[in-house]
């Protein structure tokens, strides 16, 4: 029989509960710290912005949490997702390592993300919330979120970095068509918005100013809380979807992954698909598999950040975390991969990569959409630049296996397709892409302007 191009899962096999590391994990992270006392957050400081249901997540050590069955409904529309096995780009490199991806493209936004904003929706609505607020850097996690509220009913007010507010109109076009309200940010809806526009009216904006607007927003009304798309506990949580339903697709096929690769922006994709795997190196089944988390070297947290606690947003409103970060203060390079430019990056991630059970590189985006144009000549699948992170570190690997005849089982998870990243793929067509160095200065003014923690 011929080797399969993809392996398909029933939608009865969707999972029926999420995966929660913390339960496996020998150490915990340092707890998030209240902005305004830098105490220990208890669960009642998140009451004001997010739903019970999900301030229970965030701070739960339960192994397994249920996935309510109005919520599997949903995911049905797309889930469970393919795991490709990727033998065009196996042939195209000569690599002896079977490449194996999980295809996050295929949801109605197009990516991983609405597996949490459908679950936040879900939760938000249950309490009585009308309206939900959040920011969104590549307009991914605003497309997310308006399609989730739009399923149970809510409103959606997103603040779109400005950057990609200007790159990328068809996201925000996605957006009001799913009945969401859309500010470019910084925007004139919050006085923090005002604030940063005061003091320049120019700034591209960063997924930092985004979150601080849209906390504002839902701190300051009462039927709206705070939705975020990526870095906190319940959102790698609901996640897991992806790693629980990978697992099951390899289990079918009798293979196990040496090394799993994934992109970073705040951590979720990348946790979501490897933490059901890292599970089992944390309780010594797979002490071998190797994971590798991907980032831009123009906003390279995992790479070149401290691990300090410092402020989730840059208004220094939201939890104060324990991260590897750049400064809550710094404005990343306007790299295409949009979703890719934030400070920080997830506590329970940055906790794996401090304690050394997973790694991390950083990459050139030229690097990064050569590495694209392969992949779409090869797999058909145009992939957006985020995603493309992990598909260039792939391609190394695969032929690193080549030049030392090595076999071996690769994982990624291709987090989402590019179709609306076109412009950027034209730029880098054209020859026009440009390469931004790490900003070693910028980084070290912002480190300057981290919270002093007794
Ligand atoms: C948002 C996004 C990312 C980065 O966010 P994470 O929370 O790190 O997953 C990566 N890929 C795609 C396609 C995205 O939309």
Request: glycine share 8%; hydrophobic share 40%; proline share 8%.
């Amino acid at each position: 029989m011929s080797i399969k191009a993809k392996i398909l899962l029933d939608e009865e096999e969707i999972p029926k509960a999420w995966y929660n590391i913390q339960a496996d994990m020998p150490a915990l992270p340092e707890p998030p710290l209240n902005p305004m006392t830098k105490e220990p957050v208890k669960p009642e400081d998140f009451v004001p912005i997010f739903p019970m249901g999900i301030v229970r997540q965030e701070v739960s050590t339960e192994r397994w949490i249920p996935i309510p069955e109005e919520v599997r409904e949903v995911y049905r529309l797309w889930r469970p997702t393919p795991l490709y096995r990727a033998k065009r780009l196996e042939e195209k490199l000569k690599t002896p390592a079977r490449i194996y991806y999980k295809w996050e493209g295929v949801s109605p936004p197009g990516s991983h993300k609405p597996n949490t904003a459908v679950a936040q929706a879900y939760y938000n609505m249950k309490e009585g919330i009308e309206r939900l607020a959040t920011e969104t850097g590549a307009g991914q996690w605003g497309s997310a979120l308006a399609f989730g509220c739009m399923v149970f009913g809510l409103k959606c007010t997103v603040y779109m970095v400005a950057a990609s507010y200007d790159q990328k109109p068809y996201r925000r076009i996605m957006m009001e068509t799913w009945n969401a309200e859309v500010y470019r940010s910084p925007s004139r809806n919050t006085q923090f918005g005002k604030n940063v526009l005061g003091d320049d009216p120019n700034t591209s904006g960063s997924l930092g100013i985004a979150i601080s607007e849209a906390v504002e927003d839902a701190a300051t009304h009462d039927d709206a809380h705070y939705s975020i798309g990526s870095v906190l506990n319940h959102v790698i949580l609901h996640q897991t979807v992806v790693g629980l339903e990978a697992k099951q697709a390899f289990e079918q096929i009798g293979e196990y992954p040496d090394v799993i690769y994934g992109n970073v922006g705040g951590g979720s994709n990348f946790s979501g698909a490897c933490f059901p795997f890292v599970g089992d190196k944390l309780t010594g089944k797979r002490p071998d598999l190797k994971v590798v988390a991907c980032e831009p070297m123009a906003c390279p947290s995992l790479t070149k950040g401290l691990y300090l606690y410092d402020y989730g947003d840059c208004a220094g409103m939201a939890p104060i975390l324990k991260m590897y970060t750049l400064g809550h203060t710094f404005i990343p390079p306007p790299i295409h991969a949009g979703g890719l430019r934030y400070h920080g990056d997830a506590p329970l991630l940055c906790k794996l990569v401090k304690d050394g059970w997973m790694e991390a590189v950083a990459y050139h985006q030229t690097d990064v959409f050569r590495a694209a144009k392969l992949f779409a000549e090869a797999e058909g699948h145009i992939i957006a630049p985020e995603s493309a992170h992990e598909v260039k570190a792939v391609i190394d690997e695969a032929l690193n296996c080549k030049e030392e005849g090595r076999e071996e089982v690769i994982f990624f998870n291709n987090s989402g397709h590019g179709h609306f990243d076109l412009g950027a793929y034209d730029a880098f067509l054209q020859g026009k892409l440009v390469d931004y160095e790490y900003p070693v200065e910028l980084v070290k003014q912002a480190l300057a302007n981290l919270p002093k923690i007794p």
